[in-house]
């Protein structure tokens, strides 16, 4: 019998988004699945959206939690879940009909923990879907233990590295899951996805695009220019990656890359504190990378 997977869905104000997605889950090609929304106190009607699915197909469940956050949202999900395979789906994404055949397959035959795969984006405002060039993808194709994985973090173009540092797009086997917890705020990936690959033995990459983000929706934290300004979770996973003596250049890119990122844009959300201390760390690195060039 197939194992049964949990699709574990957050959703804020996301009525006009939510049924679409909701449909793409339910219309899979994989049916042995449960869908968890869990509601961070929409105050738009996107509960309404939820019980609807849920009194129309016995598979979908609810729950609204007091806006707490999406790493929250994550973890309470998990609690409800009663499936061996785990998923995220953000609610205003879509799945291809594939993605769970195609990720539960992945698994058994490569008997990893994680499967990935490539993903698509919806740009909203002018309804197009965004497709990219797959060449770089290609080469990722297969099976990789966690330290081989972690060498693609900074892959370019930037997609590779999105996907690499994204919980969504992925599914997990429920074990890896084993004393983590997402922390509880908005931007929860950062501190937690790389403890999932370091659960992992083996780690499945799929370059079929079947997961499709959807971009510039009215609302959303990018809209709003609400970014993750912290770099803990990259400095927590380089310490952790330095003790066990794995080749951690990759992530110090990404680690540059956030960094630069901050300082050309914590001002613009009055985030001093933020961009004083990328600023202080971007000269750290740059003298001592100097010192070194030196000897």
Not at 74 to 92: K, R
Not at 123 to 146: I, K
Request: proline letters at 3%; charged letters at 20%; one cysteine or more.
């Amino acid at each position: 019998m197939s194992e049964k997977v949990s699709v574990i869905v957050p959703a804020y104000n996301l009525k006009d988004y939510l049924a679409t997605c909701l449909d793409s889950i339910l219309n899979q090609s994989y049916h042995n699945l449960e869908v968890i929304v869990v509601d961070d106190q929409s105050t738009d009607g996107t509960l309404a959206v939820a019980a609807r699915y849920a009194l129309a197909d016995h598979r979908v469940r609810f729950i609204s939690q007091h806006h707490a956050g999406l790493g929250a949202a994550y973890n309470l999900g998990l609690q409800l879940a009663t499936g061996d395979l785990i998923t995220f789906v953000h609610g205003d994404d879509l799945l291809d009909p594939d993605f769970l055949a195609q990720t539960t397959r992945a698994l058994e035959d490569d008997q990893a923990n994680i499967a990935i795969t490539n993903f698509t984006q919806f740009d909203d405002p002018r309804q197009a879907t965004l497709y990219h060039d797959t060449t770089v993808e290609n080469s990722l194709a297969g099976t990789h233990t966690p330290l081989e994985w972690f060498r693609y973090a900074d892959y370019e173009p930037n997609w590779i590295n999105q996907l690499h540092r994204t919980s969504t797009g992925k599914l997990y086997r429920r074990a890896v899951f084993d004393s983590v917890m997402f922390p509880d705020n908005n931007f929860p990936d950062d501190m937690t996805v790389w403890k999932l690959y370091l659960n992992a033995q083996r780690i499945a990459y799929l370059t079929d695009p079947l997961y499709c983000r959807r971009i510039n929706r009215p609302g959303s934290l990018q809209q709003k220019k609400v970014f993750n300004l912290s770099v803990t979770g990259l400095e927590a996973a380089l310490a952790i990656l330095n003790i066990l003596g794995a080749d951690t250049q990759a992530i110090a890119n990404c680690y540059r890359q956030q960094l630069q990122f901050i300082k050309d844009h914590a001002l613009d959300g009055n985030q001093l504190w933020a961009y004083q201390d990328a600023v202080e760390k971007l000269s750290i690195l740059d003298r001592l990378e100097e010192g070194d060039a030196d000897e």
